[in-house]
Each structure stands twice: as structure tokens, then as C-alpha cells.
């Protein structure tokens, strides 16, 4: 074979390899061929993918509705929308403003003083334990008051309680005790501890004495207890003047002028002594003689005592 048909044979070859690669391009005498083969692939290609793919329809968008979060806090109008207010249904209410208090002064705590020290007990009354005294000086917070007004619930100024109960004939108070809460007192309390004794003595004028410009009462004193007196106190009052003289003693001791003294250590049960005032500096003839005479059952009026009071005119 030459030259020139070699090359042209090569060229063919060519051509006809492109043509299967190429679509569009066919060798020459392999058009029909190669169209049926092509549409017979198109064919199954198409098919395929036809029972393959289902095409899926864009999804739809459904609205839905997120209910509206109700606070219980109230709102000013302009700062919740008109859609959002709900409807109001049967009778409509009128609107209430809120109330704003007041500002009221607090009142000032009621204090206690007193002219005269006084006992504080767990209850209102004598019957009640001593836990505390209010003395003279001393200021505290009134808590309360007893029904009868006559005792007073305090701030006990000791450490046996934190309260007590003071009674009020001595008290001064700063601010209003009438506007104190009434409490209603403990019960009495069912102790069985022994009963304190109690003394008598009958009391009755011995005559007015006079010495060396001296002038004095003499007094008669009988012991109806059952107790020993140990001690005398006599305080002897000239209404008529107001002047008072008084006298405290260990001994009943009487002077009758100015020769005879007796004297007596204590005074048994049922017997009589005499003793007497002190001294005054001027003749209280014709005048009002206001007497008070305490004793006791020991020394220096202490133990167990009582007083009593008479009038003497001379």
C-alpha cells in the first residue's frame, strides 16, 4: 500500500472513532444504526428515570397561633396593644384606682415612771411573784394595760422576764395609757405556799407629857398576834401646825414627865406597853394630833409589820 492510502485509511479511523464519542457526528454508513441505538437508550434512560424520581411538591406553610402570655401585673394602657386586650363579658365594673396609703405618723411608745419604787410581778396583783421593781429614776416601754387600768405591762428593766407587771398608783406615764391594748391577765396563781402572817395590835392615847419645855404623846400598844413585836416606829403629825416629829426604835421605851421611864425589849402576846412620841419644842394644847405607829416582828422595821393610825385632841 502507498503512502497517500495509508494515511487516508488512519484519517478514517479517526473520523469514525470520533463519531462515537461526539453526538451528532456518525461514521458514514453507521447513521441508522447509531440513531436507533441512541433513542433506544434515550428511551430507557428516560424511563428510568421516570420510576426513580416523584417530584415533591413544595411544602405548604400553615399558620399557626401562639396564644398571647397574660402577666397578673398591671399595665399602663398605652403600653399593651388594642389586638392583645381581652373582651370584657357581662356587667362592666368601674375602674378603682389603687389606694395609696397615707403617711401617717407612727404613735410614740407610752413610758412608765414612777414617784415611788414599785414591784414588778408576773400578773396583776399581789398574789402574783415579785420579778422585778421599777425604782424611781428608772423609764420603761408600756406594752399594755390590765382591764381595770390599775397595772401596767412593761419592759422589765431586770433580767428575770422580759415582762411584768407594775402597778400604776404611783406611775407617771409619757403619752396616752388609755390608748394601750387591754390584755387579759394570767390566772391567779394556785401556790401552796405559806400564807404570810399577818399582825394586829390595838392602839389607843396615854396622855401628853411635858419636860423642861419639852411636850411629847405618850401611847398605850397591845399585842393581839400571835408574833413577838421587836420594833416601833411613831410619827406624830400636828395638823393644826403641819409640823411632824417621828421616831424609830428598837425598844418600846415611854417617859411619864420627867421622873419615870419604862422600857421593854419586845412586846409578848397579849400584853400592853406604853411608849412614846417624839419630842416637840412648843405646847400643841387645843390642836389635832394625827398619829401613825407601824411595828414589827424583828429590828430596825424589819421581819413582819403593820400600822396603824388614830387622832388625838388634848
Known amino acids: 500500500m502507498t503512502r497517500s492510502k495509508k494515511l487516508i485509511a488512519l484519517f478514517m479511523s479517526g473520523v469514525i472513532a470520533l463519531a462515537c464519542v461526539v453526538p451528532g457526528i456518525s461514521a458514514p454508513g453507521q447513521d441508522a444504526a447509531s440513531t436507533a441505538a441512541a433513542e433506544t437508550s434515550n428511551a430507557q434512560l428516560t424511563l428510568s428515570v421516570t420510576d426513580t424520581f416523584t417530584p415533591t411538591l413544595p411544602p405548604t406553610l400553615t399558620r399557626t397561633f401562639t396564644p398571647t402570655l397574660i402577666y397578673p401585673t398591671s399595665r399602663f394602657p398605652s403600653a399593651t396593644p388594642s389586638e392583645f386586650i381581652p373582651t370584657q363579658t357581662g356587667t362592666p365594673q368601674t375602674s378603682t384606682p389603687s389606694l395609696v396609703p397615707s403617711d401617717t405618723a407612727t404613735p ?5 415612771s414612777v ?7 408576773t400578773g396583776p396583783g399581789k398574789v402574783f411573784e415579785i420579778v422585778g421593781s421599777l425604782l424611781v429614776g428608772m423609764k420603761a416601754v408600756v406594752i399594755g394595760r390590765d382591764p381595770t387600768n390599775q397595772y401596767y405591762y412593761i419592759e422589765n428593766p431586770y433580767v428575770f422576764t422580759d415582762y411584768c407587771w407594775v402597778w400604776g398608783q404611783y406611775a407617771e406615764f409619757e403619752g396616752d395609757p388609755l390608748a394601750l391594748p387591754a390584755f387579759t391577765p394570767p390566772p391567779t396563781p394556785t401556790s401552796t405556799a405559806t400564807l404570810i402572817p399577818t399582825l394586829d395590835f390595838k392602839l389607843k392615847g396615854s396622855g401628853f407629857q411635858t419636860c423642861s419645855g419639852a411636850f411629847w404623846v405618850n401611847l398605850e400598844i397591845t399585842n393581839n398576834s400571835q408574833y413577838l413585836f421587836e420594833s416601833v416606829s411613831v410619827l406624830v403629825q400636828d395638823e393644826n401646825k403641819n409640823v411632824t416629829r417621828a421616831l424609830a426604835s428598837d425598844d418600846f421605851a415611854a417617859a411619864t414627865g420627867c421622873d419615870s421611864l419604862s422600857l421593854n425589849d419586845k412586846v409578848a402576846t397579849g400584853l400592853p406597853v406604853l ?23 424583828k429590828d430596825k422595821q424589819e421581819g413582819i409589820c403593820t400600822m396603824k393610825e388614830i387622832k388625838l385632841v388634848r
Open 275 to 297: 411608849v412614846s412620841s417624839a419630842r416637840f419644842d412648843y405646847n400643841f394644847k387645843g390642836n389635832t394630833m394625827r398619829v401613825a405607829v407601824t411595828v414589827c416582828t
Open 108 to 112: 410614740a411608745p407610752v413610758v412608765i
Open 115 to 121: 414617784t415611788s419604787p414599785t414591784h414588778c410581778r
